[in-house]
């Protein structure tokens, strides 16, 4: 049972590529979310999906897109790496009360 | 705007007393609330809740405490192991935690245990 899974865990892109985080869950969750971790920051929620079929904004979406592929699987495009996006990402699904999270993807726009 | 305030960036303990940490809410649609705990290079993970109906939950050595009227809630760990060092973060949420209502974490408190 893998829970929460991400890949890759690192990146380092260059500005002006383009690349797409994947997350899938095992747990049956309906929602799931990508936040972003940066030091001083906390986490913020970049997008949601409540459900398949579904995808919202959430604190800081600019310069993202997500696809909730089914109800497993959750990805986070970035068109267009810009070096404000080095960050670590977050995947997580949650169910009727906490939210399960996977290892994280470290990010690096040179 | 921030919805979950952790005033403290960090708190270091001796091992054996106890550590508080604290968080503050604005939001008063918030009705359900969170503790995770993260290590290094690791995801965040899950370590206690208490409803809003709620004003204390116990989970062996961690008890969370809720002050509705303060917009206020705390963590206690008792005793503090060194392995207990680690990120934790506040998070709340409100539809009474529902499957579909998005969590707001605060910044994280960087507790660290002496032995």
């Known amino acids: 049972n893998a829970g929460v899974t991400q890949t890759p865990k690192f990146q380092v892109l260059k500005t002006g590529q383009s690349m797409t985080l994947q997350c899938a869950q095992d747990?049956?969750?309906?929602?799931m979310y990508w936040y972003r971790q940066d030091p001083g920051m906390g986490l913020r929620l970049i997008y949601y999906?409540?459900?398949?079929?579904?995808?919202d904004k959430g604190e800081v979406p600019n310069g993202y897109n997500v696809s909730r592929l089914n109800k497993r699987e959750f990805s986070l495009r970035l068109e267009s790496a810009a070096p404000s996006q080095t960050s670590v990402y977050f995947c997580?699904?949650?169910?009727?009360?906490?939210?399960?999270f996977g290892q994280g993807t470290r990010l690096t726009v040179v | 705007d921030q919805q979950v305030k952790q005033n403290s960036p960090s708190l270091s303990v001796q091992e054996g007393r106890i550590s508080i940490l604290n968080c503050d809410y604005t939001?008063?649609?918030?009705?359900?609330f969170l503790w995770y705990k993260k290590y290094p290079a690791e995801g965040p993970t899950f370590l206690i809740s208490?409803?809003?109906?709620?004003d204390k939950n116990e989970d062996g050595r961690f008890t969370v405490f809720l002050n509705k009227s303060a917009k206020h809630l705390s963590l206690h760990i008792v005793p503090s192991q060194p392995g207990d060092s680690a990120v934790y973060f506040c998070?709340?949420?409100?539809?009474?935690?529902?499957?579909?209502?998005?969590?707001?974490f605060g910044k994280g408190t960087l507790l660290t245990v002496n032995p």
């Open positions: 997580a699904g949650k169910g009727n009360t906490e939210a399960f």
């Open positions: 747990m049956n969750h309906n929602s």
């Open positions: 999906s409540a459900s398949e079929g579904t995808t």
């Open positions: 939001n008063s649609m918030f009705d359900y």
């Open positions: 208490i409803s809003s109906i709620k």
């Open positions: 998070a709340a949420s409100g539809n009474s935690g529902g499957s579909n209502y998005k969590l707001t």
